[in-house]
């Protein structure tokens, strides 16, 4: 647990904070939301898998922190904006929303990618990450209230080829959408962030079907050159820090969490 002493008492990062992390049955959600959890937040873990997120909430819980479960489709509008109007029924408030839920693409280069596909990748990691963006941040505008987004992008939304060409190009709009959103709130105290994971240890591989041969081969020539395999804790540390007061200036920026991986080209 991170706990800072201040005026005598014992506080943590996120003490009374209220925060929705989609994604949050499995890898990097799941670290997030329980990082949080720790960490004094009341925390919405959010995601499809439902009884995933159900089950993060109760260790959430049996620790003695605070969490719910909401099922939530995040391609699905109504879905999503559902899933910020329960955070703030249910705690009070809505002070960080953490946009996580992400899909892979199957390594296709643009000469494979069907109409069909394109849509879906880009409905989970962008329109998705747009609508719960907009809603929140009309939350905090319409009541003159201060909050903090923090994005699980990824190394693919700035370099050219971690991926096939529409995660690549779903994720680079969602470097977009965190960089515009990040300067058009910055006078109305609503701070917005990224983190690019390099390759992280999770559940994702299991979204990804027909794997695209010649894709594959060409972007794993880029994943060889990762330093190692990184941990989701260690995202979710870089996520405490976005969602957390001592990053009050750090604004409209993406935080690489790769090892040093694509500081190598
Ligand atoms: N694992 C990596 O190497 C890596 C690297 C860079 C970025 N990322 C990004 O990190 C994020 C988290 O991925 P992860 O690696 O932890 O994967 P994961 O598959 O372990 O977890 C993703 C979670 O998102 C949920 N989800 C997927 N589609 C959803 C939808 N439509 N609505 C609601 N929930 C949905 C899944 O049920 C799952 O619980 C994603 O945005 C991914 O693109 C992953």
């Not at 408030?93 to 879906?120: C, H, R, Y």
């Not at 820090?241 to 690489?256: E, K, M, P, R, Y």
């Amino acid at each position: 647990m991170n706990i800072l002493l201040k005026g005598g008492l014992f506080i943590t990062k996120l003490d009374g904070k209220v925060a929705v992390v989609t994604g949050a049955a499995s890898g990097m959600g799941k670290a997030i939301a329980t990082l949080y959890g720790e960490n004094g937040a009341n925390v919405v873990a959010a995601d499809f898998n439902f009884e995933g997120a159900e089950a993060v909430a109760s260790e959430i819980n049996d620790a003695g922190g605070s969490a719910l479960a909401v099922s939530v489709n995040v391609t699905e509008r109504v879905q999503v904006e559902s899933m910020i109007d329960t955070a703030i029924d249910a705690f009070g408030d809505l002070n960080i929303l953490v946009n996580n839920a992400g899909i892979m693409d199957s390594f296709e280069p643009v000469g494979e990618i069907t109409d069909e596909k394109w849509d879906q990748i880009f409905d989970v990691n962008t329109k998705g990450v747009m609508r719960a963006m907009r809603k929140a941040i009309n939350y905090w505008v319409d009541n003159d209230k201060e909050g903090t987004i923090v994005n699980t992008i990824s190394t693919g939304g700035l370099n050219g080829a971690h991926a096939g060409v529409a995660y690549g190009a779903s994720k680079h709009a969602a470097v977009a959408l965190t960089k515009n959103t990040g300067w058009m709130y910055a006078k109305k105290g609503i701070r917005v962030n990224g983190i690019a994971p390099g390759s992280i240890e999770t559940n994702i591989g299991s979204s990804m079907k027909d794997i695209s041969e010649f894709g594959m081969e060409r972007a794993g020539m880029t994943h060889g050159l990762s330093p190692r395999i990184g941990q989701a804790g260690e995202v979710a540390e870089a996520a405490l820090f976005l969602g957390s007061d001592a990053s009050s200036f750090v604004n409209g920026t993406i935080l690489t969490v790769d090892g040093g991986w694509t500081a190598g080209f």
